[in-house]
């Protein structure tokens, strides 16, 4: 199924020297802790919490997100946290290659590998990590610290569960058609 041309006007979108193209109309916060690797899409409402943050004098980015990535419109991305013998502290949240991350999501995973399809109002909870070459999908709840192994589809539902597993070829699919979205989302 080929993807049709979405259209944008240029003035609502900062186009970076990478290639990113963000929404004026998105909400970043602490950009100076955001790394996106290139080629990536934020839409409007799309919400980066990049300054929660651990505190101290190292300066480590707090989300760090891959090439050729969309973050659908209303979707909210927060470093995961957590009490540590009585300290509060925020942890880096890592995105790879190739995510496509839907409409009304939330992401506050440790880490979400390359070629990951997250549906429409999923909800990915505290230090979950999802391996590479899943798909998650609509209205999924993947409980705090689940780890979702590769090639997984998993169904919706709190809990959401690993229901069937991808062919290994998947990977293609995901880098083509995230690189096919980013081609054809063009200016007016």
Do not use: W
């Not at 003035?11 to 290139?38: C, M, P, Y």
């Not at 990915?124 to 391996?131: D, E, M, N």
């Not at 169904?155 to 995230?178: D, M, N, W, Y």
């Amino acid at each position: 199924m080929e993807t049709p041309y979405s259209t944008y006007i240029k003035a609502e979108f900062i186009e970076t020297d990478t290639g990113n193209k963000v929404s004026r109309r998105s909400l970043i916060s602490g950009s100076q802790n955001i790394v996106l690797g290139g080629k990536t899409i934020v839409h409007p409402k799309c919400t980066i919490r990049g300054d929660l943050r651990r505190a101290g004098p190292t300066h480590q980015a707090s989300v760090l997100i891959g090439r050729f990535c969309s973050l659908g419109p209303y979707s909210v991305l927060r470093p995961p946290h957590k009490s540590y013998k009585g300290v509060f502290s925020y942890y880096p949240l890592k995105i790879g290659d190739h995510v496509d991350i839907g409409e009304n999501s939330i992401i506050e995973a440790a880490s979400i590998g390359s070629y990951v399809v997250i549906g429409k109002n999923c909800i990915i909870g505290r230090f979950a990590i999802i391996k590479d070459c899943c798909l998650i999908e609509d209205g999924a709840i993947v409980a705090p610290n689940t780890v979702v192994p590769p090639f997984s589809v998993v169904a919706a539902g709190p809990p959401a569960k690993v229901v069937s597993h991808l062919p290994e070829s998947i990977q293609e699919v995901f880098e083509a058609r995230s690189k096919d979205n980013y081609a054809k989302f063009v200016h007016e």
